[in-house]
């Protein structure tokens, strides 16, 4: 469900009208939209395109008093405030993961967008002589300003994998950060953009808890009980998705179908994914690979996605995703155990990592750096890949960039070269609209924070959020609730993230209900056949024909002969180094998604 409004003439509102309606159909998705005149003659529409719109709000009953409402076209105050004042002041209280609000004005054409500190979906404007228009598809956003295509941008993609906030694809649309307000002010030509989250305060609010474990099973049960019924949760049977399974078998749910993804017959975690859902008396349905669905993702990527990102398990999920369209019943929602070692990552996996090459003199960090790149590392998977990228990084940025981002890449002047002036705008951008969400913090708890706030949704929720939308369900992330957001601060404070057992509350939940063989265990990761999706006719198909071509817009950022030689690499059969792969399947998912805009 994609949302968008338009302030300005009654003629730019039917242009408005029109776009959303070309972009239902080529989404082929439905579309509503509602306007309203206000007192100065302007028109005031907004609307949805989605499998279901939802259906025509009631307004308040008092027009100064702002209509009030979810991207999703749920109503926020479940009673009407007296006055526009108290209406405003409140539109952050509460707010949720993916809860995006919107309120405006019928009177004075006022409007504020407040999108949440954790937030998959993303929000964008634009302004330009024919008014405003807010939305959260970029690719909407493109079919009303047009596609400029922003460097700063595509070396964010490069770079990070994401395009840091406020950039976006286009250089005429901006992108409202996640813990900031929107406003649109009567008779003002600019908006204000103003945090409103701060992970300081949350901590001060969480300081001094007791027992966050325990509250962190109290929380998970009661989200998982109050969820829309029915439901479907994609489910590894590791600890992530197996606390929620147990918790939802403890709520008594018997609604809730778990989806599982097997890599081929022989999958161990499939078989125990099985075992713990038969174990815990909850419906299950295996979905197997199968390389023949390849085409048919690729052929739509730039449908599946509203926005590019990085994450090489963007094929699995997306069969995942037609799976729960398919599941009996039409479920609502879909749960997903995203998020969980978020807020462990980064001081049990990131620093730890970093720490090592860090205690190396800055000149020795540089001749790694410069030997990773004269003897082509990147082509092997060894250690020499990992430190080398760790070495590279942090002579190319400042430390906190490179420890935020876990996916950074070390190819800048390798395989894409970033102007000065653009690094120094994406340093500042992240500066000021990410990491300041953190001030005042020391660096574990900042960059912990900050990670969970800015990378898990924005690449790792984003895999599975979109093309569950697309089908009309709602993806529901437990683990990135504003309630477990502060119960994982608490841990983190207490010391619970740095010492001992790796998510080892988690574990401890889990291991109450299911046997404890099944929790304490060396557990992969959900990783596709990189080069089985490769080298497969649809995928080579792709990169001669799309990222290699001169007419692909990325064609003029990167170096095409280290692109084409790691290719060859794979299809003769050889190895390549993690990162590599990683940054191959960007510059793939990214040309692709590009080349099947209509704009």
Known sequence: MFFSLHL???????????????????????????AHRLADGRILSFGWVAVEPPPEAPLPPDASVPLVMTTWGERVFAQEPKDAEAAWGRMTEGIETNEIRVGMSLESGEARVAVPPVASEQCYWVRDGRGWVVGTDIRLMMRWAGLELDERAVYGLLQYGLIPSPYTVSRNVRRVPNGHVFRIKSGSDEPTVQPFFSIAEELEEVRGVANPEEQIHAVLCDLLARAPSPAVMHFSGGVDSGLLAA?????????????????????????????????????????????????????????????????PSILPTVLLAQASERVPGRPRVCFEGTGADAIYYISRVVIPAFRPVLAMPALVRRAMSGGYKRLRVWRWSSPADYAGRIARLSVQMPIEHAMLHATASPFDGIAYTVPPSVRADLESALQEHVLALGEGLDRREKLSGVHLCHSIPTMFAARSFDPLRMRGLRPLFPYMSRAMLRLAFAMHQQGQTLTGEFKGAFKALLARSV????????????????????????????????????????????????????IQRVHRGKTLGGWMRRFLWMLLFTSAWLHQQET
């Not at 003629?11 to 309606?21: H, L």
Request: aromatic share 12%; charged share 30%; proline share 6%.
């Open 515 to 566: 046997p404890r063989e099944w929790v304490y265990r060396p557990k992969s990761s959900f990783t596709p056949p990189f080069y089985e999706i490769l080298s497969h006719p649809a995928t080579r198909a792709l990169f001669e024909d799309v990222v290699l071509s001169a007419a692909n817009p990325l064609a003029r950022f990167c170096r095409a002969d280290v692109v084409r030689e790691a």
């Open 247 to 311: 918790c939802v078998a403890e709520v008594g749910r018997t609604d809730v179908t778990l989806l599982n993804y097997a890599f081929g017959t022989d999958d161990e975690e499939s078989r125990l994914a099985q075992n713990m859902a038969a174990h815990l008396g909850l419906k299950y349905e295996r979905i197997m690979w199968d390389p023949s669905g390849i085409p048919s993702v690729l052929e739509r990527l730039g449908k599946e996605y509203s926005y590019p990102f990085e994450d």
């Open 8 to 34: 300005g003439s009654e003629e730019d509102s039917r242009a408005w009208r029109a776009v959303m309606r070309r972009h239902a159909a080529w989404l082929g998705l439905d579309s509503r939209t509602e």
